[in-house]
């Protein structure tokens, strides 16, 4: 058997090179380049692909790996909006993915942003390059005895209530499927406008529908607490960024940890040699504020998770390719 994967970093070919061990019988090969028309050729005599990139998966892509007899596909993420599924059912693809690597990893980075903005780390940071070591007027708030409010409560937003509920916070939670173990903790509200108005530290973990898109926007930035804490380590389109920016130039909003940008294609995966070489004019605006974190998309990035992406969607795709069924197939005939 033989599997070529795509997109490959440096990070992941230790695990490539463990999994590789532990499957003497099958051959795989990989690229740092992602799926494209042009590089599809690279796949030309494997059986199996094992994809991971922000970029569309295009249909002329697709329809080569096809015509080399490939048929199985598995992703190392979550996501799958870089799909058209319809291309993947005309072309007689089945899928993978990998839904679950870290709940904790993001959970965890969550929780940091949260303790970073509350102790004012940027702030400490900046008088630390200016060796003023004096505490005042610097001073933190602590997580417990605040109302963490969550909105989507699955892998990741369960994770969160039960750190949140550990550090002795009222957790406040909305979700459409609650989840029946923090049902029985009495942590759901009946809609997310609830859970908007009473958070002193709002925190979004919900997939990015097309009706989530600017779930939170100015009205709900209106209905929030004056200083409410912004963590946002889901999907940067669950924010409207220029109300956001607006809400922190009022004081509406008293911080914001942004794991994801709606922009962040343009910047986040990149070297820039100065600031000024950025173009987005929304990050720009975000950037240099004492009470804004961004960090780039790396709330998953630990060795546990990229392990998992790995192993996961190397499993899967032998699986498929040994007609066996696969431990997180992706129903592809659903919109
Ligand atoms: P999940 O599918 O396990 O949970 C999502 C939950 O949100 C579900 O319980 C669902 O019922 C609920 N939900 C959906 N729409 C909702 C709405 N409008 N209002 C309230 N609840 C709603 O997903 P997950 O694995 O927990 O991931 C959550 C988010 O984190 C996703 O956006 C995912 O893309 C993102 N994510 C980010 C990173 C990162 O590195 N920053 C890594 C992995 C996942």
Redesign the pocket.
Known sequence: MKIYLYGVREDEQGYMKEWSNAHPDVELDYTNQILTEETADLAKGYNGVVLLQTQAYTRAALEKLQSFGISKISVRN??LDGFDFKDLRDLGFSLTNV??YS?NA?AEHTTSLMLRLLRRVPEFDQKFANTDFRWFPTIGEEINGKTVGI???????SVVARIMMAFGAKVVA????P?PYLENLGIYVDT?DEVIEQADILTL?????KR?VH?IDADAFAKMKDGVILIN???GGLVDTDALIAALDSGKVGGAGL??LESENDVFQKKFDSINDVKDPQFKALINRDNVIITP?T??YTTTAVHNMVFDSLNDNLKMLENKAPKYPVDITVE
């Open positions: 979550v996501g839904p679950v709940p993001i909105i989507g409560t699955g892998h990741i937003g909305y979700d459409i499927k989840n997310p973990h919900t997939p990015l529908a989530d779930m380590a889901a999907r794991d994801v998309h709330a998953f």
